[in-house]
C-alpha cells in the first residue's frame, strides 16, 4: 500500500505551524499586558489595529506584526531574518497599506504619533535592512539609507514581490518619516521563561509559585476571551481592566512584603502639629489637657503616620505595590470607618452638644485603632494600621490626590476636606 504524504504546499502551512504561529502571537500580547498593566491608561489589544497594539490615550499607538518561524539551519537553531525575508517584507507592505489610507493632509501627524514593530524569532543581527535602519536613526542619511536598501532590491530577481515590496517602500514620500519608526525586535522562539520572569519582576509573585500562576493566568486569559476569539471581537484590555479581572490570579501568588520599621523621624521636617490629621483629632478632644502629654501624643501618632506613609509611597515607587493594591486598602479603611462613624453618630446631629460630638468622634477613632489592615497581601501590624488611618486622615499625597477619606468629627468634611 502507498503511503500518502502531504505534498510540498500542504508542508508550508500544516496545521501545527499554524497553531504555533498563534501562541507565539498570543504569548506577545500576554507579555505586553504584564509589561503595560502598571499604567492604567494604557490599551494593549489582540487582533483589532494589528497582531498586538499597544495605545496611549488617543492618539499614540505601537503597531506590532508579531511573526514565528519553525524553519531552522543545518545547526538546528531558529534561521536569520534574511535581507529578502518574506516576514519582513510583507510586514512592511501591511503598513505601507495602512498610511497610504490616511488623509495626505494628516499623514505626518499620524506617523509622528505610531510606531510600527516587527517582532520575530528569527535573529536579525546580520540583517542589511535592520543595519540600515540602524544606521539611519544614528545618522539621520536618508540618501544612505535608500542606497542601502536598492542593494537588496538589486540582489535578487527583478520581477519578483519582493522586489515589488522594496521598490514600492522606497517610493513613498513619507519614507523618511516612516522609517523613523520602523523597530525590529528579535524575541526567543518560546515566550514562556520571559513571561514567567515579567511574572515576578513587575507582578511580584514568588518564584516558587510563579508556575503556578503562569497556567492560572494562560487558562484563566483564554477563558475570558473564548468567545471573543470565536466571535471574531477585537480583545482589549486596560491595565486596570487586566490587573481587575485576574485580581485573584496575581494574589494566589504574591508574596508577603516586608515593611520598615526604621525610617528616621529626625528627616520629617514639618511641625507635627500643623499635620490635618493631628488636628482633626484635636477636634474631638483626643489629645490630652496637659501640655507635657499632648505634645508626646502628637509626636507618637505622628511617628506611627510617618512609618506608613514612607512605607507606602517606597514600596509604591520601587513597583513593589501597585494600583490595585492601594485601591484594596483604601475601600478596606473607608468601610470599616464608615460602619463605626455611622453607628457613632446615629443618635446625633449638628445641634448635639460638643462634648457629645467629641465622645462619638473618640469612640470612632478608637475602634478604627483596633483594626489590622492589610497592605499588598500582607498584614499590618498595629502600628502600621494606625499610621494607615492617620494617612487616610491626612492631607492629599501624590499616590493619592483626594485625600482625606476619612475623619472623626460629625462635620468633618466641611471642617477638614478641601473641594
Known sequence: MNTIVPSKEQSKHSAADIFIAFEYQWDFFVLSLLSKSIDSTVEVSFELFDDVAIQQGQSSIVLCQVKHSVQKSKKGKTINLSNRDVDLWK???????????????????????????????????????V????????????????????EIAQSGKSDSEITDAITSFLSKSYLEKFVKQIVVISKPDCLRNEILAM??????????????VYNSLMTELRDAV?????????IVFTGETFANRFHAVFEMGRANISFRHDYDFNDFDGDPQKLLFIQQLEAINELPKQEGKRLDAIVSYTKEWFQFKNNLHE??????????????????????????????????????SEDELCKAGCSVIDNMRREYFNLGNTPLEQMLSHGCIYYYSNTPTHLISDLPYIGWHIDWESKFKKS
Open 91 to 129: 510586514t512592511i507592505s501591511i503598513w505601507i497599506k495602512i498610511i497610504d489610507e490616511i488623509d495626505p493632509s494628516e499623514r505626518d501627524n499620524y506617523l509622528s504619533n505610531i510606531e510600527f514593530h516587527l517582532v520575530t524569532n528569527k535573529t536579525s543581527e546580520k540583517n542589511q535592512f
Open 131 to 150: 543595519k540600515a535602519l540602524n544606521s539611519f536613526i544614528e545618522s539621520n542619511n536618508i540618501s544612505d539609507f535608500k542606497s542601502k536598501v536598492n
Open 199 to 212: 511574572l515576578h519582576t513587575r507582578a511580584f509573585i514568588a518564584k516558587s509559585k510563579v508556575n503556578q
Open 226 to 234: 473564548k468567545s471573543d476569539i470565536e466571535n471574531r471581537k477585537a
Open 315 to 352: 514600596l509604591t515607587d520601587n513597583n513593589i505595590l501597585i494600583g490595585d493594591d492601594i485601591l484594596k486598602l483604601s475601600n478596606d479603611v473607608q468601610a470599616a470607618w464608615n460602619n463605626y462613624h455611622n453607628s457613632a453618630y446615629r443618635m446625633l446631629d449638628l445641634c448635639s
